[in-house]
């Protein structure tokens, strides 16, 4: 059967081109992109009306802070975690903080740091086991305070955190350690870089027990090398040992002068090597 003219009339009115389609779909998009936006959740706003809940959510209701400290870090925290999610949940944001603790805690550690002149005992354990990374610039603060407390224990757990830090994040060797703070902090000038004491040769050698390390020097360099560095009258000092100025020097090492009667020692142990 054919069709008739009204009938094909109005297919002609439905088959309208896209190009030739009225701007209202336009519109309709804009508005829905509008009603979006209109929708994105303020974090600080919404921190705020669940700040105890997150508190005691994230686990840190011991750590005496103020409202205002909590609201803090509660809105960095959260303002982090939630990505580019245009609404909150409480549920997904505790869940996403639990699955992210060992990224997260260091952070807030820091923020207290930053957030507070004074620590109290609670707050100061809880910085230095989580600091990580950021130990490597809270060190000469968190030192004196602990040394202040007398909390020798915390001490020697930020040095096990230097040490790990420093290699992981500044240099393959560890520093000197230092005669008086004892943290592997001391720069080739013997300043210390946490606790900002100066040292002298001599205490320095004695705290590294230098005689024992020409020793372990003339027992692991060739003869060649051992005189070379008795002629030129210094050694290179790291964590490592002492090595002689014809290798290179490393930017952590330290010259260290030989004095007369320590190179009198080291010939007589080269020839005790020798068999003189």
Same mark, same amino acid.
């Given at each position: 059967?054919?069709k008739?003219?009204?009938?094909?009339?109005?297919?002609?009115?439905?088959?309208?081109?896209?190009?030739?389609?009225?701007?209202?779909?336009?519109?309709?998009?804009?508005?829905k992109?509008?009603?979006?936006?209109?929708?994105?959740?303020?974090?600080?706003?919404?921190?705020?009306?669940?700040?105890?809940?997150?508190?005691?959510?994230?686990?840190?209701?011991?750590?005496?802070l103020?409202?205002?400290?909590? /609201?803090? !870090?509660?809105?960095? @925290?959260?303002? =982090? &975690?939630?990505?580019?999610?245009?609404? $909150?949940?409480?549920?997904? #944001?505790?869940?996403?903080?639990?699955?992210?603790? /060992?990224? !997260?805690?260091?952070? @807030?550690?820091? =923020? &207290?740091?930053?957030?507070?002149?004074? $620590?109290?005992?609670?707050? #100061?354990?809880?910085?230095?086991?989580n600091?990580?990374?950021? !130990?490597?610039?809270?060190?000469?603060?968190?030192?004196?305070?602990?040394?202040?407390?007398?909390?020798?224990?915390? #001490?020697?757990?930020?040095?096990?955190?230097?040490?790990?830090?420093?290699?992981?994040?500044?240099?393959?060797?560890?520093?000197v350690?230092?005669?008086?703070?004892?943290?592997?902090?001391?720069?080739?000038?013997?300043?210390?870089?946490?606790?900002?004491?100066?040292?002298?040769?001599?205490?320095?050698?004695?705290?590294?027990?230098?005689?024992?390390?020409l020793?372990?020097?003339?027992?692991?360099?060739?003869?060649?090398?051992?005189?070379?560095?008795?002629?030129?009258?210094?050694?290179?000092?790291?964590?490592?040992?002492?090595?002689?100025?014809?290798?290179?020097?490393?930017?952590?090492d330290?010259?260290?002068?030989?004095?007369?009667?320590?190179?009198?020692?080291?010939?007589l142990?080269?020839?005790?090597?020798?068999?003189?």
């Open positions: 059967m054919t008739t003219r009204k009938e094909s009339s109005r297919k002609g009115l439905n088959s309208v081109p896209k190009d030739q389609e009225p701007a209202d779909d336009s519109k309709t998009r804009s508005k992109i509008s009603a979006s936006k209109r929708k994105y959740v303020d974090t600080e706003s919404w921190v705020e009306k669940h700040l105890n809940e997150l508190i005691e959510a994230f686990g840190l209701q011991f750590l005496e103020s409202n205002e400290e909590f /609201m803090k !870090i509660a809105t960095t @925290i959260v303002d =982090m &975690i939630r990505g580019e999610s245009l609404t $909150l949940d409480l549920d997904s #944001i505790v869940r996403r903080f639990r699955r992210n603790t /060992m990224f !997260i805690y260091p952070i @807030i550690a820091s =923020m &207290i740091l930053e957030l507070r002149d004074e $620590l109290t005992d609670v707050q #100061i354990e809880f910085i230095v086991n600091i990580g990374e950021a !130990i490597l610039t809270y060190a000469p603060r968190l030192y004196r305070d602990l040394v202040t407390r007398g909390r020798t224990d915390l #001490i020697d757990r930020l040095r096990d955190y230097w040490n790990r830090y420093w290699i992981i994040k500044r240099h393959p060797v560890l520093p350690s230092c005669p008086v703070c004892k943290f592997n902090a001391l720069m080739p000038d013997l300043t210390c870089i946490v606790c900002g004491a100066t040292v002298s040769e001599k205490t320095l050698k004695e705290s590294v027990n230098f005689t024992e390390l020793k372990d020097f003339v027992k692991n360099h060739s003869v060649e090398e051992v005189m070379k560095a008795v002629s030129y009258g210094y050694v290179y000092l790291s964590s490592i040992g002492i090595k002689p100025p014809s290798e290179s020097r490393d930017p952590l330290i010259e260290v002068i030989l004095n007369s009667n320590e190179k009198e020692f080291v010939k142990l080269i020839e005790y090597r020798k068999g003189v």
